[in-house]
Every structure is written in structure tokens, then in C-alpha cells.
């Protein structure tokens, strides 16, 4: 028994590629124009951001792990600098270096 083989010029699809990257790009500029806005964001937002749960981001905090601000009343706030910062602190690499 022989399967179905089917042959397309990549060009049909050069249109819809286009599209879909257009789109892709246009959310991420938007993303990107959102997160320039905040001057900081509080510990469950910066979180999220992160993709983790805000005890964990607490818990970054207390070792020394990520930095943070203490504004009024104690409250702990995260500038874009400081998520990025240690974002790029914690790059994987396939050698273990990172």
C-alpha cells in the first residue's frame, strides 16, 4: 500500500505566509507598546510576564535572584529593566553555561 504524495509551488503560499507574519508582528508591536507604557509592574503582573507563579517571583526576590523596588506601604514593584535584567541572567545554553 503507497500513501498520497502531493507537491505545492511555494509560492501559492507566499501570500498567506505573508499574512500570518504580518499579524504575528502587528501583536508584538502592540505587546511591546503596552509593556513601554508601565513605568512598573506589581509582583503577580511581573509574574505573569514571567510565566510563573507569584510566590516563585517572591521567592527570585528573597534569594537575591531579581531585583525590585519597595514603593509606599511596602509594596514590591518590578521595573522592565529589572524583569529583563533577569531574564538575561538566567540564559540556557546546551553547554550548561547558562
Known amino acids: 500500500m503507497q500513501g498520497a504524495a502531493f507537491q505545492f509551488d511555494p509560492e501559492v503560499f507566499k501570500p498567506l505566509i505573508e499574512q500570518a507574519v504580518e499579524a504575528a508582528m502587528t501583536r508584538l508591536e502592540e505587546a511591546r507598546a ?3 507604557d508601565r513605568l512598573c509592574y506589581s509582583e503577580p503582573e511581573a509574574a505573569a ?3 510563573l507563579e507569584p510566590h516563585q517571583l517572591r521567592d527570585e526576590r528573597l534569594r537575591g535572584r531579581i531585583k525590585a523596588s519597595s514603593i509606599v506601604c511596602r509594596r514590591i514593584r518590578y521595573t522592565p ?3 529583563m535584567e533577569y531574564l538575561m ?3 540556557w545554553s546546551k553547554d550548561g553555561s547558562g
Open 34 to 36: 503596552t509593556v513601554a
Open 81 to 83: 529593566a529589572d524583569l
Open 89 to 91: 541572567s538566567r540564559r
Open 49 to 51: 510576564m514571567l510565566g
